[in-house]
């Protein structure tokens, strides 16, 4: 079990960038990492996961704008979004899933707002 600490929302205009990180207070090796979001009113959905290897996936509104990557050393997984939208407006969420136990960790959430 992890502690996930999000970092790196906040205002951006329509076509910008932004780079989430999430820090985790132990190791991550063991752990599939993912970002999720959830906007106003709406179900948490899965944005991007990065599993063990190194593998990723994506969600079809994200796919060649969102890059999701991780730094074992640094217990640390980034998302990094560019050519953000007006629809990207949510909060964003780092989950951890260790792949032996299956337990799954969440950050607090760190917003991102998106104008137009």
């Known amino acids: 079990q992890v502690q996930l600490v999000e970092s790196g929302g906040g205002l951006v205009q329509a076509g910008g960038s932004l780079k989430l990180s999430c820090s985790a207070s132990?190791?991550?090796?063991?752990?599939?990492m993912a970002w999720y979001r959830q906007a106003p009113g709406k179900q948490r959905d899965l944005v991007a996961a990065?599993?063990?290897?190194?593998?990723?996936n994506y969600a079809d509104s994200v796919k060649g704008r969102f890059t999701i990557s991780r730094d074992n050393a640094k217990n640390t997984v980034y998302l990094q979004m560019n050519s953000l939208k007006p629809e990207d407006t949510a909060v964003y969420y780092c989950?951890?899933?260790?792949?032996?136990?299956?337990?799954?960790?969440w950050g607090q959430g760190t917003p991102v707002t998106v104008s137009s």
């Open positions: 132990g190791s991550i090796r063991l752990n599939a």
């Open positions: 989950n951890a899933r260790n792949v032996r136990s299956a337990f799954d960790s």
């Open positions: 990065i599993t063990i290897a190194g593998s990723t």
